[in-house]
């Protein structure tokens, strides 16, 4: 099971539905980011002043947004809200785009803050489904020697808590440059065209 979560910022990429295709093969689960939805939310947050966690609610439903919007432009995609049927659709062969349920993350004790985002959320869900590759896809590139936690971090790249819930991950964490998506298709993922291994 290979958990690959796609940035928002991929929402306007002219070859989004390409990379979408590649990655409609068996075990494939896909975490959205927020992408313009999330930033709405940001944006109405900021007007109104209302608390982190109502708009960590609407920051969930922006996710969902955006991964109905994948699974519109790549129907071989299966829509998911809970780990059991991310679990049953994996058990049949079947690629998946979750679509995270309020419930079941406010019942994990998941912080509601703007500190974990999808990126965080991503790392989670590899944890809770033993999954065996956590990939980022961003529109970001990074050098071998920025692959690093604190690089990340520091620079904005992965929300501030990445980091706790990457050290619960029992996977190798990944990061891709969206233009060598292409290379998530293998059977054996190596630092190859733009793929990095994240240091943890």
């Not at 309020?102 to 994990?108: K, M, N």
């Amino acid at each position: 099971m290979r958990v690959v979560k796609l940035g928002g910022s991929l929402a306007d990429w002219e070859r989004l539905p390409q990379c979408l295709s590649r990655l409609a093969y068996p075990g494939v689960i896909v975490v959205p980011g927020g992408g313009p939805f999330a930033n709405q939310v940001r944006a109405a947050q900021q007007r109104w002043q209302f608390d982190d966690a109502t708009a960590h609610d609407m920051a969930l439903l922006a996710m969902g947004q955006f991964g109905r919007m994948l699974a519109g432009l790549e129907r071989r995609f299966r829509r998911a809200g809970s780990l059991a049927d991310l679990q049953t659709h994996a058990a049949k062969g079947l690629p998946a785009v979750w679509l995270p349920r309020l419930e079941e993350i406010e019942g994990s004790g998941v912080a509601a803050s703007w500190d974990v985002t999808s990126d965080s959320l991503s790392a989670w869900l590899a944890t809770r489904l033993a999954a065996t590759d956590l990939i980022l896809v961003k529109s970001v590139r990074c050098t071998p020697g920025e692959a690093t936690l604190e690089h990340l971090v520091d620079n904005g790249i992965v929300d501030r808590g990445f980091t706790h819930f990457a050290a619960a991950a029992p996977c190798p964490i990944w990061l891709c440059d969206r233009e060598g998506s292409d290379a998530l298709t293998a059977d054996r993922l190596t630092e190859r065209n733009g793929l990095l291994r994240i240091r943890r």
